[in-house]
């Protein structure tokens, strides 16, 4: 079956723009995350969303970030007025539930020049 | 809070060798305990998990990790290494309370050497 769908793989943008970025979860999968990978760096957690329970948004790094998630399935993240420390590979994964494995798409590669 | 650790930045092993790539956590509670892997340009794919049972896991491509309640440890092992193996792993751990989510350690990379 489909896995985790993400697009666009690559986004370059310039500062200053907005940019979305769109997860495609596993048809089933009640909990949604996305997470940021810088070079060099770990896996950041950005925010998750579980079923119909208000999301988790502890991880955002500031307010130029938000996501939201239509009909629990696909989601979408968005950043505002993009900076160059925004550019990182943006990772979105699924999971049946808080507890299971978490299926990781391909990620979205975000240039801001 | 939750948290999880792998010490090392990276780990370098001669092919054939054993390996084991380091994770500590802190929840309270039980853990939930999880190792991904990342090869380069993708993304990660899971490997292995303990939730409860045997403290010794076993996972894909001959990979296992043994739960250690007391060193609150999550060590990933396996007894000989293959240049394949060279990657980015990821440790994560969940505690057991439902608004509890699933925390990454920062990685390690792993070179194998031929």
């Known amino acids: 079956g489909a896995g985790v769908s993400q697009s666009p793989s690559n986004k370059v943008t310039e500062k200053g723009k907005d940019v979305e970025l769109r997860c495609d979860p596993i048809?089933?999968?009640?909990?949604l995350y996305w997470y940021r990978q810088s070079l060099g760096q770990g896996l950041e957690f950005l925010i998750y969303?579980?079923?119909?329970?208000?999301?988790?948004k502890s991880g955002l790094p500031s307010d130029r970030f938000s996501a939201e998630r239509t009909g629990g399935s696909v989601s979408t993240l968005t950043i505002q007025r993009t900076q160059q420390e925004d550019s990182a590979v943006y990772l979105c994964?699924?999971?049946?539930?808080?507890?299971?494995?978490?299926?990781f798409g391909a990620g979205t590669r975000l240039s801001v020049l | 809070a939750q948290s999880v650790a792998q010490p090392e930045d990276q780990v370098n092993v001669a092919e054939g060798n054993p390996l084991t790539v380091k994770c500590t956590y802190s929840?309270?509670?039980?853990?939930?305990l999880f190792w991904y892997v990342q090869y380069p340009n993708r993304g990660l794919q899971f490997l292995l998990k303990?939730?409860?049972?045997?403290?010794l896991v076993k996972g894909s491509y001959g990979f296992e990790a043994e739960f250690n309640k007391s060193q609150t440890s999550f060590h990933l092992k396996k007894p000989s290494a293959l240049v394949s193996d060279s990657a980015l792993y990821f440790c994560?751990?969940?505690?057991?309370?439902?608004?509890?989510?699933?925390?990454f350690g920062k990685g390690t990379r792993l070179h194998i050497l031929p």
């Open positions: 994964a699924s999971s049946l539930g808080l507890k299971n494995i978490q299926y």
């Open positions: 048809s089933g999968h009640t909990a």
């Open positions: 969303f579980q079923g119909n329970s208000a999301p988790d």
């Open positions: 929840v309270s509670g039980n853990p939930y």
């Open positions: 303990y939730i409860t049972g045997d403290n």
């Open positions: 994560a751990v969940r505690g057991m309370n439902r608004d509890d989510k699933i925390i």
